[in-house]
């Protein structure tokens, strides 16, 4: 190493240091920006995009550690972008600051599912409805392992090492479930609890609060938040990282080659610079288009009322809410994903192509807002639901279009 790198190189260390200790006070929007500041070496405001898969090892024979690959200047070490690669290891600093767990990338929701059924490799799972593709992950484990999918109802045979499933909110009506009655239960049981958190990222929720040992994100959604990369992510338990949850992790990744691309490493870094102002401003217009149109249900005589049969959103929750959990449990809001049944299977099949704003589509998440006649992507799914997803448009050119839509419908 020259002088001027070593100078380089301690000023940093020390830059370094003292943002490390500023940061934890800071809140998530600034610590979305600034919590890798200092993982890259280089003086780029803007981080690289790196998309190789290999790296040169030292040419000094006495230099070479098996397994490692110091870079004496950058001080980071990749060998092959199937164990770790600079874009992706960027993203996950940032993911595990503002989402308070250890963190592990993969390259799809579902891929990071099938990594939970590996690690706890459980012998049953109780679940609810909810997303129907970790439904079929377990289906093909059945066939591989032999677990058992059990429903919610039949808690009462919960065991050790079982695992209790809980999709909160959930798809596609956006209602929340109460996470501490939940993880009660597993821990009387010495089960585990996991949590598909998917439709409420931070800062709306922190299941992890609530008893989860290992959240869920299909960062397909709001954690690219563009409509344009997939990527699942885990966040596990302080506790749980600390009995080598992580490693373990690590080490199944590793030979099941389910990581992120490089591409994709670098598009969730830059969407996670405003996943704070999306996912805010995204969950309140979910909050107000569910107002209106909930009053305007009930009266018959409304454009909306004559079309709309019912509406559903954690914010409309009132059954079992008694003791606060839900306030506590979404805190930040209640999610900006809700659905609605129309009066018939043909007006639900119609309505989307009435409207010009919401785009009609399947996924969620994303800035852009979506609406999907349901039965489209899942053929269990009342053929009567819509289920609509809130990107950051104004709120008053969301409800105008929906009211144009509903008009159109009458007509
Ligand atoms: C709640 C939920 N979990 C998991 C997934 C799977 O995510 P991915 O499509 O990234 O595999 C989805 C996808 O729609 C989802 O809605």
Request: proline content about 5%; overall charge negative.
């Amino acid at each position: 190493m020259t002088s001027e790198q070593k100078t380089n190189m301690t000023s940093r260390t020390l830059a370094a240091n003292d943002l490390a200790e500023t940061l934890p006070k800071m809140v998530m929007s600034t610590r979305a920006i600034h919590a890798d500041d200092f993982v890259s070496s280089h003086r780029a405001i803007a981080p690289a995009i790196h998309v190789a898969v290999n790296y040169r090892y030292a040419r000094d024979p006495d230099q070479l550690v098996p397994g490692e690959n110091k870079d004496p200047d950058t001080l980071e070490s990749f060998v092959y972008s199937r164990y770790t690669a600079p874009n992706s290891n960027r993203f996950e600093t940032v993911l595990k600051d503002l989402f308070h767990g250890g963190i592990m990338t993969y390259s799809t929701g579902l891929a990071a599912f099938h990594a939970i059924m590996v690690l706890l490799n459980p012998k049953r799972v109780f679940i609810g409805d909810g997303y129907h593709g970790v439904h079929g992950n377990i289906d093909l484990m059945t066939k591989l392992t032999g677990v058992e999918k059990l429903p919610l109802e039949q808690l009462d045979q919960l065991g050790p090492g079982d695992i209790v499933h809980i999709e909160t909110p959930l798809n596609p009506t956006g209602e929340a479930r109460n996470l501490s009655y939940y993880s009660a239960k597993a821990r009387a049981a010495g089960a585990f609890l996991t949590v598909d958190a998917t439709f409420a990222p931070p800062p709306l929720q922190y299941p992890l609060q609530f008893g989860a040992d290992i959240v869920l994100h299909s960062g397909t959604k709001y954690i690219g938040g563009h409509s344009d990369m997939m990527c699942g992510i885990l966040v596990v338990h302080p506790e749980r990282v600390r009995q080598g949850w992580i490693d373990q992790l690590y080490s199944a990744r590793l030979v099941m080659g389910n990581v992120m691309g490089n591409l994709e490493g670098w598009l969730g870094l830059r969407s996670l610079r405003t996943l704070e102002l999306r996912v805010k401003r995204q969950s309140e217009n979910a909050e107000s288009l569910v107002r209106w149109i909930d009053e305007e249900i009930q009266n018959p005589c409304s454009v909306v009322g004559q079309v709309v049969d019912s509406i559903r959103h954690a914010s409309l929750q009132k059954e079992d809410v008694e003791d606060g959990w839900l306030k506590r449990q979404m805190a930040g809001g209640f999610g900006p994903v809700f659905a609605i049944w129309l009066k018939t299977p043909d007006q639900a099949k119609r309505f989307p192509s009435k409207l010009h704003i919401f785009q009609h589509a399947t996924s969620l998440g994303d800035v852009e807002s979506l609406i999907e006649w349901r039965a489209m992507s899942d053929s269990k799914c009342d053929t009567k639901l819509l289920r609509i997803s809130c990107g950051v448009e104004d709120a008053g050119d969301l409800k105008r279009d929906l009211l144009q839509g509903f008009q159109a419908l009458c007509e």
